[in-house]
Every structure is written in structure tokens, then in C-alpha cells.
């Protein structure tokens, strides 16, 4: 897939996720950042896992004026971890919505448990 459709398959996928999440992305200036292979830092915390996206900052229950962020707050989708597991371009669209309300859950400060428990 080519990287142009996968970020219009991503904006695509943002226009889907329900109005509340959006104004989250909108609110907090949170950026979604399409990437075309997994870092080898995320690939090597994440070992033997399929990484669709992360949540990169300070999650919004864990902020005060003590903590300093090296980096902006946002969320990378990785293009190869979707064409991996997905064919279809309505696949990889449904997967885009999943992980970025996902990784919202992380910027909450939920954990992958709970995230997984409560089926986000």
C-alpha cells in the first residue's frame, strides 16, 4: 500500500470514530502520525506483537507542572503492522479506528488490561 493512501485511509478513519473521541484528538492537540515500519525500540518493547499504534506523551492523569515532556503528545499508526495482518483497504480503515480510540484510552492513562477488558 502506498503511503499516501494509508494517511487517507487514516483521516478517513478519523471522520469514523465517534464525536467525542474527535474532539478529544482537537482539544488536547493531539497529532496522528502515520509511519511507514515500526521502530526498533517499540518493536523490541513489544516483543512477538503486531504494533498497529502508539500512544507517545504524558497520559492526561499523570500530568502536573512537574512533568517535563520531551515530546510532543501523539499517536503513530505503523503502515507495515496493518498491511501485515490486512488485505482489504476496509480492514485496515476498521483497524485504524479501533487503534487510535485505543490509544486514547492510553492518553486517559488506562492500561492494556483495562483497555482489553472493556473491549476498546
Same mark, same amino acid.
Given at each position: 500500500m502506498?503511503?499516501?493512501?494509508f494517511?487517507?485511509?487514516?483521516?478517513d478513519?478519523?471522520?469514523?470514530? !465517534?464525536? /467525542?473521541?474527535?474532539k478529544?484528538?482537537?482539544?488536547e492537540?493531539?497529532?496522528?502520525?502515520?509511519?511507514e515500519?515500526t !521502530?526498533?525500540?517499540i518493536?523490541?518493547?513489544?516483543k512477538? $506483537?503486531?504494533?498497529?499504534g502508539?500512544?507517545?506523551?504524558?497520559p492526561?492523569n /499523570?500530568? $502536573? #507542572?512537574?512533568n517535563?515532556? $520531551?515530546e !510532543?503528545?501523539? #499517536?503513530?499508526l505503523?503502515k507495515e $503492522?496493518?498491511?501485515?495482518?490486512?488485505? /482489504?483497504?476496509?480492514?485496515?480503515?476498521?483497524?485504524i479506528?479501533k487503534?487510535?480510540?485505543?490509544?486514547?484510552?492510553?492518553y486517559?492513562g488506562?492500561?492494556?488490561?483495562?483497555?482489553?477488558?472493556y473491549?476498546?
Open positions: 502506498d503511503m499516501v493512501i494517511e487517507s485511509l487514516i483521516e478513519a478519523i471522520e469514523r470514530i !465517534p464525536k /467525542k473521541f474527535k478529544i484528538l482537537e482539544k492537540n493531539i497529532k496522528l502520525l502515520a509511519r515500519k !521502530p526498533d525500540a518493536h523490541d518493547k513489544f512477538n $506483537s503486531i504494533v498497529f502508539v500512544f507517545i506523551g504524558v492526561h /499523570k500530568r $502536573s #507542572i512537574f517535563i515532556q $520531551s !510532543p503528545t501523539r #499517536i503513530e505503523y $503492522s496493518f498491511e501485515q495482518v490486512f488485505k /482489504k483497504e476496509e480492514e485496515i480503515e476498521t483497524q479506528v487503534t487510535v480510540i485505543h490509544e486514547i484510552g492510553h486517559f488506562f492500561s492494556e488490561e483495562e483497555l482489553r477488558h473491549r476498546v
